[in-house]
């Protein structure tokens, strides 16, 4: 659940000096956003991303906006994520993956939310699920706690690990608050990824032996520039970086973005590849559904039996963009 | 029916072969789930127990399969999938409309692979019957895996499909780029309507300047003249 609900807070900026992305300082690097809501971006997205060398990404279950006012709809949601979305991103050669949860803003619906909590164990084991997310705190209140805690059993439970969002406001102490409550339930913080981290939160977060990832996230969180400040003097352990981008101005490239101006900013290649890459895949793999080999044939096997002439899987031709005809 | 029991043998034979040991035990050990939510676990869980490799049978095997259920290939299926069809042919319930809201329990709530493993299963499951809107939504789908698990070498549509559902199938499979020809019963089932209708859809494609499948040709030329056939080849569709 990311960001830009908090427009209130929000100061754009009115103009600021631009450089341009140049693609070829990426080229032939993949990359592995692990927070990404495809559900509201557009095919062009998936075909930027494919382009920019993303190779795979986890799409956590979130709040769509609107909230839901009935247990079919979370339902038809969870079903859409490992089905409908994960289709359209195989279209554009990207292994798509998701996390299964209640978010904190709906936990607030508690005769919702119970009925949410009976779902769960029917979608957290099906393939391609690679942890319990996004969940935590929003408000903060005595409701989101309760669903958190639930929610952190039912992972331990299936040995899933877990996808934290932590809260926009009051920040430090709800992301502290958000570790304790895992520790208390016997979690290891080595399958824990506390999301949306700063410049405050970071290093607690690492320290205590958590998952720190970072939202790339313009006007109301990270930017990459600061992401590049916080790589260098962190260094690459246990750091990932993602979009979380969603229904809100954000930005699908942010990853292959910020792995280029940590480039130019003259971070090695191999600490690049961990945060952009490696480090989510180690930390979501602890599921046992993360096979790297299937990114590069995501591909169902048997679409590739003999005689079948269709793009691969159904992969979606490419349009000329450029041209002013659409045949 | 004999062959549904004779088919759960060679199945038995392919999975022991194409499976680890342990995970046959597993498997074996839940084909009589005592409830749904047994059902649903044992469903959902299968590809972490049994893999995903591609199943290997012997020619011996595939003819075993043309005998018990003609038209029935399993031959680009993965053995998660085999092992789904498998357990989905031998769970029974109490009663019809048990069985009935169990089974589509699992497919309100499939992903895509799941979906591929229950559309594969309709031709062994029970009461055929009942699956007629389920088979129609399947086709109303637009994940592409998901319509070839329903539309190639597959029994069920050709056997029970409704003229008007059959020739849905038929035209989405052209309009998806489907290969026609592993569709099953093309020839039984071929009518006058379903001619018609692609012969509209031919009109349309030509004067979009789309190419045409020359399999469209195969199920409309037992329906017109020769001289018709080859008129609208041309591009000539006033008759």
């Known amino acids: 659940m990311c960001c830009s609900h908090h427009t209130e807070e929000r100061s754009v900026p009115l103009a600021q000096p631009t450089e341009k992305f140049d693609m070829d300082l990426i080229r032939g690097m993949k990359f592995f956003d692990p927070h990404v809501h495809m559900t509201s971006r557009t095919t062009d997205d998936y075909q930027a991303m494919a382009d920019a060398g993303i190779v795979a990404l986890i799409e956590p279950s979130f709040w769509l906006g609107q909230p839901r006012t009935g247990p079919d709809s979370f339902k038809d949601y969870y079903s859409s994520l490992v089905g409908w979305e994960r289709f359209r991103s195989s279209q554009f050669g990207i292994k798509h993956y998701c996390t299964i949860g209640l978010n904190s803003r709906e936990a607030n619906n508690e005769p919702l939310a119970e009925q949410v909590m009976e779902m769960l164990p029917l979608f957290i084991y099906k393939d391609g699920v690679v942890g319990i997310g996004e969940i935590g705190f929003d408000d903060q209140t005595a409701a989101e706690e309760k669903y958190y805690r639930l929610q952190l059993e039912l992972a331990k439970e299936s040995g899933l690990p877990v996808q934290i969002h932590t809260p926009h406001r009051d920040k430090k102490r709800g992301t502290q608050r958000s570790m304790d409550i895992a520790i208390e339930h016997g979690l290891d913080p080595g399958m824990v990824i506390v999301d949306h981290n700063n410049e405050e939160t970071v290093k607690e977060v690492l320290e205590r032996g958590f998952w720190a990832a970072f939202t790339i996230y313009p006007f109301t969180k990270m930017g990459n520039q600061r992401m590049v400040e916080i790589t260098k003097q962190y260094g690459p352990e246990r750091i990932m970086v993602n979009s979380a981008a969603d229904w809100g101005i954000s930005d699908p490239m942010a990853v292959p973005k910020t792995a280029a101006l940590m480039k130019l900013n003259g971070i090695s290649l191999a600490d690049i590849e961990l945060v952009t890459y490696r480090n989510a895949i180690t930390a979501f793999a602890q599921s046992g559904q993360i096979n790297e080999a299937d990114f590069v044939s995501v591909i169902d096997q048997s679409a590739k039996f003999e005689g079948n002439s269709i793009l691969r899987g159904g992969q979606q031709p490419r349009i000329d963009k450029s041209s002013i005809i659409i045949s | ?239």
């Open chain 2, 1 to 239: 029916m004999t062959s549904a029991s004779d088919l759960i043998t060679i199945f038995s034979d392919i999975i022991k072969e194409n499976i680890p040991g342990d995970a046959w035990n597993w498997l074996y050990a839940q084909k009589n789930p005592a409830n749904s939510y047994d059902l649903n676990l044992a469903f959902g869980i299968m590809p972490r127990k049994t893999g995903k490799t591609l199943v290997q049978i012997t020619n011996q095997q595939q003819e075993l399969i043309n005998a018990a259920k003609p038209g029935l290939s399993i031959n680009s299926w993965a053995v998660d999938r085999l092992s789904r069809v498998w357990l989905l042919a031998q769970y029974q319930a109490d009663d019809q409309n048990t069985y009935f809201r169990t089974i589509e329990n699992l497919f309100s709530a499939a992903e895509m692979n799941e979906q591929v493993a229950l559309y594969s299963a309709l031709p062994l499951i029970s009461y055929p019957e009942l699956w007629l809107k389920r088979c129609a939504e399947g086709i109303r789908s637009n994940i592409g895996i998901v319509l070839e698990a329903i539309m190639y070498h597959n029994p069920y549509p050709a056997e029970n499909l409704p003229e008007p559902a059959w020739n849905q199938m038929v035209l989405k499979a052209f309009f998806t780029d489907k290969q026609i020809n592993n569709i099953y019963g093309l020839d039984s089932r071929a009518n006058t309507e379903l001619a018609r209708i692609l012969i509209d859809y031919a009109r349309e494609r030509h004067a979009a300047g789309r190419q045409i499948n020359d399999m469209l040709w195969y199920l409309v030329q037992k329906f017109v003249t020769e001289q018709q056939l080859n008129n609208m080849k041309q591009g000539h569709f006033n008759d």
